[in-house]
T-cell receptor, first 112, second 117 residues
């Protein structure tokens, strides 16, 4: 069983709308959680990193949250743009070693 | 700063043929990763190098896959012989890892899309 579960698997929204992507994990001991954006045909690019002591962090129209107690993170996208269409991958790192666990990603499509 | 460069971009081969992928990481990055990504899935680690040493190759199918990172810079990943199930995108990533800290981001190349027919 994957230690990082993302939902929904895919999502279609209209341009200008907001959306929230979810990431639940069981990785332990927890070190940090990153959200990556992967455009079609490209490699993933880091959007933000959340460490244990951080609850929320913003990067432009992207806001990530972390609840280390419930082991949940979310990525909220505000005022979506066509260029937000991509896969969003949650990656959780463990303190044990350099182990990084990847979620399967959420495929977001923003339509005009 | 140049990003991670991978080649070729696409490769189509027949099963049982060999294939090789090349990766040039970001200058100064000591850690290099090879991942395999199937459609609709997240990347899966094949091998991780710290400088020229392979420190995690537990997920590398060693009967047909091999990798090297001579001089701790460029790396090649080889499959011989290729099977139909090897069709996927092969991603290379690099990072500047500091001992005791694992919060450096991975910088990915754009991958090599392999199709085995």
């Amino acid at each position: 069983k994957n230690q990082v579960e993302q939902s929904p698997q895919s999502l279609i929204i209209l341009e200008g709308k907001n959306c929230t992507l979810q990431c639940n994990y069981t990785v332990s001991p927890f070190s940090n959680l990153r959200w990556y954006k992967q455009d079609t045909g490209r490699g993933p690019v880091s959007l933000t990193i959340m460490t244990f002591s951080e609850n929320t962090k913003s990067n432009g129209r992207y806001t990530a949250t972390l609840d280390a107690d419930t082991k949940q993170s979310s990525l909220h996208i505000t005022a979506s743009q066509l260029s937000d269409s991509a896969s969003y991958i949650c990656v959780v790192s463990s303190y044990n070693n350099n182990d990084m666990r990847f979620g399967a990603g959420t495929r977001l499509t923003v339509k005009p | 700063e140049a990003g991670v460069v991978q080649s070729p971009r696409y490769k189509i081969i027949e099963k049982k043929q060999p294939v090789a992928f090349w990766c040039n990481p970001i200058s100064g990055h000591n850690t290099l990763y090879w991942y395999r990504q199937n459609l609709g899935q997240g990347p899966e680690l094949l091998i991780r190098y710290e400088n020229e040493e392979a420190v995690d190759d537990s997920q590398l199918p060693k009967d047909r896959f091999s990798a090297e990172r001579l001089k701790g810079v460029d790396s090649t990943l080889k499959i011989q012989p290729a099977e139909l199930g090897d069709s996927a995108v092969y991603l290379c990533a690099s990072s500047l890892a500091v001992r005791g800290r694992n919060n450096s981001p991975l910088h990915f190349g754009n991958g090599t899309r392999l199709t085995v027919t």
